[in-house]
């Protein structure tokens, strides 16, 4: 077993015997009054607040090795993967924007956080649903145990392979104890040091209005978690968690598009996109982006270059190309292959999309002209 895997093994375990631990009833009523941001810094392996009801349980010898093993997967992705990841960025995003729209996004914040660091605004859209506020010490047994089971191994696709695998994430989380992605996305804003102030839960409408959720709205409308967190330079920012479908039908009808269109362009994130948009069920929010984008960034799994017209952006391939993975056998680009062989383009030393290896990772960035001439 090499040093990682049993590194990920060490960290599986330990996060199921402080979850069994914090299952038992008479630890059950404190836990339920935590603040969102105690239970996320809890569940992230991060000491919460000084007289937080979770206190109590940090001196336990199963938190503590939980908090020891996350302690250790972090420093490992934040090697690896995050510091290079924003030293790349601030090199090469002048002036991002303060929206990041980050569509088929799942609860990945990570990487929307180590690109766009900067961002206030992050809409998130994907169909797998947000779930209610994580509760610790409701569950217990076997039900417990196999919850956590299967929210680690969605866990553990995105820290080593820097996407969630949707099949994949469909069924854990829905079959998880702690349902929804709301538990990956606190974890995920704790450890990147950002302070939880508020969640609260709504549906969109057809003008694409936030209301008050359960309100009665017909089958089809988007849902979306809003998380009020504050970075460390104590700036306001907001995450939209919206559940929706993005394919054509369910642009149409959820209520999202008038959602994004109340907001300013912004810039865009697109990655392990299953390549989606290449298809033409999906050519409505292909349009959006394309309207509505100051600048793209994205692998080749993201908006097809064909649609990507000279005249109207400046692209800057980094990395190399070296074709979709064998599961998308038709989502070839010649004209992306020939973007690269003639951009000679410099190489990236992280890994990011399906092709997670840096040596076989891709990036391109499009920036909108347009944009660009009135920056400078």
Not at 24 to 52: C, I, K, M, Y
Not at 332 to 356: M, N, S, T, V, W
Request: aromatic fraction near 12%; glycine fraction near 8%; charged fraction near 20%.
């Amino acid at each position: 077993m090499t040093t990682r895997l049993a590194g990920l093994v060490r960290w599986t375990v330990l996060i199921a015997a402080t979850f069994m631990l914090l299952a038992s009833g008479a630890r059950a009523t404190p836990a339920q009054s935590a603040t969102p941001n105690d239970v996320a810094r809890f569940l992230a392996g991060l000491p919460p607040s000084e007289g937080s009801p979770l206190a109590s349980l940090t001196r336990e010898r199963a938190w503590l090795g939980h908090a020891a093993a996350m302690d250790s997967a972090w420093a490992n992705i934040e090697t690896r993967q995050l510091s290079r990841i924003r030293t790349w960025s601030s090199n090469e995003l002048a002036t991002p924007s303060d929206v990041l729209y980050y569509f088929f996004s799942g609860p990945d914040f990570l990487y929307a956080d180590a690109f766009f660091p900067s961002a206030t605004t992050y809409v998130m859209a994907a169909l797998e649903p947000s779930g209610s506020l994580p509760a610790i010490g409701r569950t217990r047994g076997e039900s417990l145990s196999y919850g956590l089971s299967q929210r680690r191994s969605s866990l553990n696709s995105v820290l080593n392979f820097s996407f969630f695998r949707t099949r994949e994430m469909r069924t854990t989380l829905s079959a998880n104890t702690f349902s929804g992605t709301l538990p990956i996305l606190y974890i995920f804003l704790a450890r990147t040091g950002k302070t939880i102030d508020e969640v609260s839960f709504y549906d969109i409408n057809e003008d694409g209005a936030l209301v008050t959720a359960g309100e009665g709205l017909p089958k089809g409308a988007a849902s979306v978690a809003k998380i009020l967190f504050k970075g460390n330079d104590g700036k306001q920012r907001t995450i939209y968690y919206v559940r929706t479908d993005l394919s054509n039908g369910g642009w149409r009808k959820s209520g999202f598009k008038a959602f994004c269109e109340k907001m300013e362009p912004g810039d865009a994130l697109i990655k392990s996109a299953s390549y989606l948009l290449h298809s033409n069920a999906f050519s409505d929010v292909r349009t959006h982006l394309l309207e509505r984008s100051k600048r793209l960034l994205q692998d080749d799994s993201g908006v097809p270059v064909s649609f990507l017209k000279t005249d109207e952006w400046q692209l800057r391939p980094y990395g190399r190309y070296l074709g979709p993975i064998a599961v998308f056998p038709d989502n070839y680009q010649a004209r992306l292959a020939e973007l690269f062989r003639r951009g000679k383009p410099p190489g990236i030393d992280f890994g990011i999309g399906y092709r997670f290896r840096p040596n076989e990772s891709n990036i391109l960035i499009a920036d909108k002209v347009a944009v660009r001439a009135a920056e400078r």
